[in-house]
């Protein structure tokens, strides 16, 4: 099932979409906190984004810069200022389509598959994981924090996501070394040690500090 986050401040269009797109087993979220839209977007990790340009305190061109800063994901325009001008304007900021209202509902579902079988046919369904501001894209090898960009080599990707994916629960020992191996790479004690070390100042370079913690004896987690 995928996910489709809604950023349309007039209730009424929102709602209208979001029940329209759950009736075709979409999981839909819409926009609450218009000043803080990333926030949201960060903790629903949706698989598109429709996207209004109107929007209080930030219009939407901002926020698909913001979302383009962490994330690849589909955005779709959807909007009433449908001039070539602003067209050109949503593709330029990071925009993969646009469409003007007032639209037909069943075009909007019909453009929401095409956008998402382009993007994910091949690739699969990517996840972001994020915490404490930092935002790991498994699907690009990268990790983004207040702005800062760090990729990730195979074994770093491997460690950061299982201990994201289970954040502030440690992870044993076994269980990473099990994770690495399975996928093609040979690691004892002595290798998990040095790449998780490796990491760890990697992380510092960027600002988290602290970011994996050590529980003696038992394995490791994001605190």
Same mark, same amino acid.
């Given at each position: ?79 009433? #200022? ?5 067209? %050109?304007?949503? %593709? ?21 598959? #095409? ?25 690009? #090898? %990268? ?81």
């Amino acid at each position: 099932m995928y996910r489709i986050f809604i950023v349309e401040d007039d209730e009424i269009i929102a709602r209208s979409i979001k029940r329209h797109l759950e009736s075709w087993d979409y999981e839909v979220a819409c926009a609450k906190d218009f000043s803080n839209v990333m926030a949201e977007f960060l903790a629903f990790a949706p698989q598109l984004v429709l996207l209004d340009i109107k929007l209080p305190f930030y219009n939407g061109y901002h926020w698909c810069s913001e979302i383009r800063r962490v994330s690849k994901v589909p955005v779709m325009f959807v909007s009433s #200022a449908a001039d070539n001008m602003n067209i %050109v304007m949503a %593709v330029n900021m990071g925009g993969d389509d646009f469409i003007a209202k007032p639209f037909d509902l069943d075009v909007l579902t019909v453009k929401i598959q #095409a956008l998402l079988r382009r993007s994910y046919d091949f690739t699969g369904q990517g996840n972001l994981l994020a915490h404490r501001g930092a935002v790991l894209n498994p699907a690009e #090898a %990268v990790l983004t924090y207040q702005g800062k960009r760090m990729e990730l080599t195979k074994n770093e990707l491997r460690i950061l996501q299982v201990l994201m994916e289970n954040k502030e629960k440690v992870v044993t020992r076994d269980t990473l070394m099990m994770k690495l191996w399975e996928n093609d790479s040979y690691v004892d004690e002595n290798t998990l040690s040095v790449n998780v070390n490796r990491l760890r100042k990697k992380l510092e370079t960027v600002g988290l500090t602290d970011f994996i913690l050590t529980r003696k004896g038992l394995g490791y987690y994001i605190g």
